[in-house]
């Protein structure tokens, strides 16, 4: 089992930033690729971004690529995506998610998510 517990969302203006930190407990991190998703209101849950077990492959949605990063700190079990330029479509609650497949279409584990809202 692996516990996941998201944190740093909050207000911005358009064109700012914001790092998200998704803290794990239980299992180590490192068994696990990870993973940020987002869910705005009236939508679908989406991809955004994930990162391998040992933080060597990233990928993203087309979306948030250039603007968004995924790293990861398997020392410290966390995981972090840090935000730039962001803009008012950014607007959704942001999960992090955990599989021991980088390629999931299934994630196994999740947090409770943390808002982010951004001003235009």
């Known amino acids: 089992q692996v516990q996941l517990v998201e944190s740093g969302g909050g207000l911005v203006q358009a064109g700012g930033s914001l790092r998200l930190s998704c803290a794990a407990s239980?299992?180590?991190?490192?068994?696990?690729?990870m993973g940020w998703f987002r869910q705005a209101p009236g939508k679908e849950r989406e991809f955004v971004a994930a990162v391998s077990e040992r933080g060597g492959r990233q990928r993203y949605a087309d979306a948030v690529k250039g603007r968004f990063t995924i790293s990861r700190d398997n020392a410290k079990n966390t995981v972090y995506l840090q935000m730039n330029s962001l803009k008012p479509e950014d607007t959704a609650a942001y999960y992090c998610a955990a599989d021991t497949e980088y390629w999931s279409n299934s994630w196994e584990y999740w947090g409770q998510g943390t808002q982010v809202t951004v001003s235009s």
């Open positions: 239980g299992r180590a991190l490192s068994r696990y690729a």
